[in-house]
Each structure stands twice: as structure tokens, then as C-alpha cells.
């Protein structure tokens, strides 16, 4: 935007220059020789920007980057924030299951994996407890609900 405000500065005062000339100039022969030599140097003063704006244009296609090896497909990105989600669901229901035994815990973490047909499963399901008091009745109701034998992490 810059350039465009310089180029139409130089043009406005080539265009004043060479009223001042035009006017300054005798009558006769020579006045229309300087409007001609005049009229070419106002025309010149406006094609040479955008001769010069197009003369930086790269017209060669060189075709979309190869995205292949650069990332993720959107098939895994999909895959892996729906392991994401699921994950964080299951570890919700593990809380909502162990707050209404009321069974004392620090943390949940439940982390699942995908087999070659597609299909989810849990991997496994860590529970930080703080005493173990309730540590048998935790394996029980996780076995229960989750079909897992969780590992007990005491802190």
C-alpha cells in the first residue's frame, strides 16, 4: 500500500512539472512537440511501476507440498483424539464408580489402545491411593465394572 501512495505522488508531480512547462512554453510549433514529448513522459512515468511491480511475480507453478511425510492424516488425528476422549470418559466413570463407594483416592488414570481391526481396549488402569486400607475393595469393583485389575500406586 505503501508503494501504490509513492507511485501516485511521482505521477502527480510529473503531471504538475509538466503543466508548468506546457504553460511556460511559446505558442506555435513548439508547444506541440513538448505536449507530445510531455504526454510520452507522463505515460512512461505510469507504466514503469507496474512494469516493475509485474517483473517480481513468479509465475511458476511448482504444485502443493508433498504433506504426506511432514505429519499425522486426519485418519490418525481422528483416531487419536478419540483414544484421547475416551480415556478421559473412562477415568471419569472410574471416579463417579469409586466416589460412590466411597472408596478414598488420590488420582484415576485409565489409558486404552487400539487393536489392528480398529477396536478399543484398556491397556490398564492406575489408581493413586493414599492408604491401603480400601485397596481390595478398589480391585473388586474395577474388576466389576471394567473387566481390569488395576494397579494400585500408593503414595
Avoid: H
Avoid at 78 to 92: A, G, H, P, S, Y
Avoid at 96 to 109: F, H, M, P, Q
Amino acid at each position: 500500500m505503501k508503494d501504490i501512495g509513492i507511485v501516485a505522488a511521482v505521477i502527480c508531480v510529473c503531471v504538475i512539472a509538466c503543466s508548468i512547462v506546457n504553460t511556460l512554453a511559446l505558442q506555435g510549433g513548439t508547444k506541440r512537440i513538448l505536449n507530445t514529448v510531455l504526454g510520452v513522459f507522463v505515460i512512461c512515468a505510469m507504466i514503469a511501476p507496474v512494469k516493475n511491480a509485474v517483473a517480481g511475480f513468479n509465475f511458476e507453478y511448482k504444485g502443493l507440498p508433498d504433506t504426506s511425510s511432514a505429519g499425522a492424516s486426519a485418519d490418525e488425528i481422528f483416531d487419536r483424539q478419540v483414544i484421547t476422549q475416551t480415556e478421559k470418559n473412562l477415568t471419569k466413570t472410574l471416579e463417579s464408580l469409586l466416589d460412590s463407594e466411597s472408596l478414598s483416592y488420590k488420582a484415576c488414570e485409565v489409558k486404552v489402545k487400539t487393536d489392528e481391526n480398529g477396536g478399543i481396549y484398556i491397556s490398564s488402569v492406575s489408581i493413586y491411593i493414599t492408604q491401603k486400607a480400601n485397596a481390595q475393595r478398589i480391585i473388586e469393583k474395577v474388576r466389576e465394572k471394567f473387566e481390569v485389575i488395576p494397579r494400585l500406586i500408593k503414595d
